[in-house]
T-cell receptor, first 113, second 116 residues
Framework: EDQVTQSPEALRLQEGESSSLNCSYT??????LFWYRQDPGKGPEFLFT???AGEEKEKERLKATLTKKESFLHITAPKPEDSATYLC??????????????FGKGTKLSVIP | DTEVTQTPKHLVMGMTNKKSLKCEQH?????MYWYKQKAKKPPELMFV???????INESVPSRFSPECPNSSLLNLHLHALQPEDSALYLC???????????????FGEGSRLTVL
């Protein structure tokens, strides 16, 4: 069974204080690992897809990396508007999992001015 | 702004009511999804439509009835719901098989359902 574990559950940062969120996963053949941002009461917003170990993607203050067992979302010099819940999800390569994402429980990030 | 539009944004219904949630996308995607999300929990997959045909039903109770009238529209018909069905219902779309499917989902903003 595919599993995704995100840590920490919650993270409070001062504005400008860089940090990383972790996503550990087990999946029977990784098709893709996805990062989403979700604001309260809204739908998840797609951020990144990573397909293979060693891959990195960047967008503004966010950088996602992938190894064979985990992914990190690095936040550089965060701003209050980066406050949100960040969700990690994995997709298996074949079978019934080809349409299904297994989500982690998310990390709630709060950036204090 | 999201390219997946859901209506209504909020819905309050009694346990004997019949209501529908609607979703529309204009990205040319051929796969559409319904997810349910409870507070402080990740989204849970309910249904997947691929090329307007139901391809996945995650053992969802029959009081939830999905419908895909065409490639741009997805409905979720609700009947005889229970208070524990109160949640945020999310619609999503993605490329389908044969479209260069990458697995990336694009979500709408959700419909907040409260069952009294």
């Amino acid at each position: 069974e595919d599993q995704v574990t995100q840590s920490p559950e919650a993270l409070r940062l001062q504005e400008g204080e860089s940090s990383s969120l972790n996503c550990s996963y087990t999946v029977s053949g990784l098709r893709g690992l996805f990062w989403y941002r979700q604001d309260p009461g809204k739908g998840p917003e797609f951020l990144f897809t990573l397909y293979s170990a060693g891959e990195e993607k960047e967008k503004e203050r966010l950088k996602a990396t992938l190894t064979k067992k985990e992914s990190f979302l690095h936040i550089t010099a965060p701003k209050p508007e980066d406050s949100a819940t960040y969700l990690c999800a994995v997709q298996a390569r074949s079978g019934a999992g080809s349409y299904q994402l297994t989500f982690g429980k998310g990390t709630k990030l709060s950036v204090i001015p | 702004d999201t390219e997946v539009t859901q209506t209504p944004k909020h819905l309050v219904m009694g346990m004997t009511n019949k209501k529908s949630l609607k979703c529309e996308q204009h990205m040319g995607h051929r796969a559409m999804y319904w997810y349910k999300q409870k507070a402080k929990k990740p989204p849970e997959l309910m249904f997947v439509y691929s090329y307007e045909k139901l391809s996945i039903n995650e053992s969802v109770p029959s009081r939830f009835s999905p419908e895909c009238p065409n490639s741009s529209l997805l409905n979720l018909h609700l009947h005889a719901l229970q208070p524990e069905d109160s949640a945020l219902y999310l619609c999503a779309s993605s490329q389908g098989p044969g479209q260069g499917y990458t697995g990336e989902l694009f979500f709408g903003e959700g419909s907040r359902l409260t069952v009294l």
